[in-house]
């Protein structure tokens, strides 16, 4: 079994807004910790919309709702 420690994976260009929300309260309910709850951080930039929790290994998991449309 492979066993990676401290990793950070990001979820890239959810769709919006809720769906940061979902997944937070998601991974939340799951088990994980909360590391940043939703919400703006626009020191990245000013659409940047995210929510980071820590699954039970430890490692940290960041959704990310950049403001941009996905739709084609």
């Not at 998601?26 to 909360?34: L, Q, S, V």
């Not at 820590?54 to 960041?62: C, K, Q, T």
């Not at 959704?63 to 084609?72: E, N, P, W």
Request: proline share 4%; no cysteine.
């Amino acid at each position: 079994m492979l066993y990676i420690e401290n990793l950070d994976l990001d979820l890239q260009y959810l769709k919006d807004h809720a769906s940061v929300d979902a997944f937070h309260a998601a991974a939340i309910e799951a088990g994980g910790k909360d590391n940043g709850l939703p919400g703006l951080r626009s020191f990245y930039h000013p659409k940047y919309y995210a929510a980071f929790v820590l699954d039970p290994a430890g490692n940290n998991i960041e959704a990310v709702d950049h403001g941009v449309s996905l739709d084609a």
